[in-house]
């Protein structure tokens, strides 16, 4: 069922209450769909891919993002570049493939021609009059930061990015993923609202009844290592784990390895949590044994037991361990349709077949990204019924849930919807 807005958008927003998932028009009207796209993917940075998908002079991706269609690419001197996928003519797609190579944009309408810096550099019939510096591509807000490509389309984007490239620039800095490959990469639909793809994401309440192949190295609350987060219950549970996991990120911090988390949500423009987790069992990688899935590791790393370095922002989700990265992000295609890309990335000397088995490296987020589709399409159906109302979250569980939700609460008022 479509629930269509029947009251402002201030009374929506007024009624949402903390601790709760929100009202049932957030997760299923066209109008507020529309709002979230223009404040929360076009407004804000967003992740949209890796640069090792476009490794070579030339080589094109294309994100469509509503409306908007934006184009990735590597120039002749290797630099990642962001453009809006328009025709300075008549305003024209130039690019209709997902991925190509190219040595130059030929718009197909009238063959207008940009080189990959976006100049215009051959527009056939328009006369001496045209100046073509005032006629190349637009370009797009862009943020690469240690290989992953942050874009934001709005004019003006959050200034804090920049503050958020320091700290994972040195995160990720020893993975060297500007220097690694694709091993893998898979697109899905989940059938439901972006938001509910996040928040699912964002807890693992769910893992030990839904994720058998992940749970052999995740541990299931959101905890991090530190047992004052318990309560009596989970205490008797989780506490050794919490002693255990604070001894092992005391020696990666004091070997230089920042690990502690750290966390983006109310007060800022930009979401992002970033922590480094013990991994469970072999304590190698997020593999069905626990261990490391790929013989050669990631940058200059020589220890496989390396955890899991976890990130997260409003549409993405990322896991980079010693021996290949698992990487994440989200576009919303629909109220009810939410399109999901998965990337492996391993050392770009690795090979297939000789360093690293494909099913074993991906075997575990494939199921989990699968059966958590099939979590959010039942999440989905029951936000769809006049039966549904906000429920309360977990304050052990769900805490990752309770700030993003408040924090796109927060970030609607900023924007004027819901004042």
């Given at each position: ?71 990735l690419l590597r120039d002749d001197d290797m630099q990642v570049r962001a453009f809006h996928n328009v025709c300075r ?331």
């Amino acid at each position: 069922m479509t629930l269509h807005i029947t009251a402002p958008l201030s009374d929506l927003v007024a009624s949402y209450q903390r601790g709760h998932t929100l009202p049932a028009a957030f997760y299923t009207a066209p109008e507020l769909f529309e709002t979230d796209l223009d404040v929360f993917f076009h407004r804000h940075w967003i992740m949209v891919g890796v640069t090792a998908e476009i490794p070579e002079p030339g080589d094109v991706r294309k994100v469509d993002i509503g409306r908007n269609s934006i184009l990735l690419l590597r120039d002749d001197d290797m630099q990642v570049r962001a453009f809006h996928n328009v025709c300075r003519h008549r305003g024209a797609r130039i690019v209709s493939e997902e991925q190509t190579s190219v040595g130059r944009l030929v718009c197909p309408y009238h063959q207008w021609s940009y080189d990959l810096t976006g100049e215009l550099v051959h527009a056939a019939h328009m006369g001496k009059g045209l100046d073509r510096s005032c006629h190349g591509l637009k370009p797009v807000n862009l943020k690469v930061i240690s290989g992953i490509i942050f874009i934001c389309i709005a004019d003006e984007a959050p200034a804090d990015i920049e503050e958020i490239a320091d700290i994972l620039g040195a995160r990720l800095q020893p993975f060297r993923l500007d220097e690694a490959r694709v091993a893998h990469a898979k697109t899905i639909v989940e059938p439901g609202n972006w938001k509910l793809s996040v928040d699912n994401n964002r807890e693992c309440y769910h893992c030990e009844g839904s994720h058998p192949e992940l749970i052999n190295t995740f541990v299931g609350l959101d905890i991090g290592f530190d047992p004052d987060e318990l309560g009596d219950e989970e205490k008797a549970e989780y506490a050794e784990h919490c002693r255990i996991a604070a001894a092992q990120v005391a020696e990666w911090e004091a070997q230089g390895f920042a690990s502690r988390a750290v966390e983006f949500y109310e007060g800022h423009e930009t979401m992002m949590r970033t922590e480094r987790f013990v991994i469970a069992g072999a304590g190698e990688s997020h593999t069905l044994d626990g261990k490391a899935a790929c013989r050669k590791l990631l940058g200059g790393l020589t220890d496989p037991r390396f955890g899991d370095m976890h990130l997260h922002t409003h549409n993405s989700w990322s896991h980079f361990f010693a021996d290949h990265a698992v990487i994440s992000w989200i576009i919303p295609l629909a109220p009810d349709q939410t399109e999901l890309r998965t990337v492996w990335l391993v050392n770009k000397d690795a090979r297939e077949g000789e360093d690293y088995d494909l099913d074993r490296l991906t075997e575990v987020w494939i199921a989990t990204n699968q059966q958590d589709a099939d979590l959010v399409t039942i999440a989905q159906q029951g936000v769809s019924s006049v039966a549904y109302q906000p429920g309360p979250l977990s304050q052990f569980c769900e805490t990752a849930v309770d700030r993003n939700i408040a924090w796109y609460v927060e970030r609607l008022r900023k924007h004027g919807f819901g004042e």
